[in-house]
């Protein structure tokens, strides 16, 4: 979008301390998905009054990247096609729901909310429609993931429970996933406060974008909410 930089996480977690503040005093269950599930880890750590528990879906902990890999080369492994459609521009918006529903993840999860959201990604007018994020933006904040201080620092002293869903397949339907198996268990071993449920049958956007993904993370909600 068009918000300047500094971007990183500590920023996104100032911007939703901000938010939570104008709805409440009280701490809250925070749930964040993919890069979102980063910026709710650094919120619990620098604002912890404002959070009651995490719920992070396929994201949160750092990821698997080989050791001096160049920040680029690792958006392009992550994001693939997904970074390389901020660069494009797209002459209508049904031409930019046909580059999604081409992609792997939706080929068999085109549903009307996925098309909501797609629309909503857009900005500027016809023909030249771009999608609203920085591409330098999702760079830098993609290079965190792996190797932020303030991703390290959040998990060092994490004092809330949290509960990571994962999804055993990829960006683009693969059987790559995000995070390996057991990889976060590993984690979890290391972390008192935190769990690990995997979610059967879902690919790390329809892990909330699809049915089934959507039910499984509506459940780990309403059980942290339970917890007082």
Known sequence: NGLPAPYGMPTH????????????T?????????????????????????????VLV?????????????DEDVVAAVLGPAAERLNSTFPSREVYRQFWRQHPAFSSDWTPFVEDYV????????????????????????????????????LDELAVDAQVLRAPRGLLNEPAALYAPGYLEAWALKLPSLRVREVPDVNHYTIVMGEAGAGAVAQSVQEALAIR
């Open 58 to 70: 396929d994201g949160g902990l750092p990821l698997q990247v080989p050791a001096g890999i160049p």
């Open 119 to 154: 629309d909503y990604d857009l900005t500027g007018e016809e023909p030249e429609l771009r999608p609203a994020t920085k591409y330098q933006a999702m760079a830098e904040d993609t290079a965190e993931l792996h190797r932020g201080a303030s991703l390290l620092k959040a």
């Open 26 to 54: 009280e701490p809250v269950v925070v749930v964040g998905h993919s890069m979102g599930a980063f910026a709710a880890l650094v919120l619990a750590n620098l604002f912890p009054e404002r959070v009651r528990s995490l």
């Open 13 to 24: 977690a100032q911007d939703l301390a901000a938010v939570l503040a104008a709805f409440t």
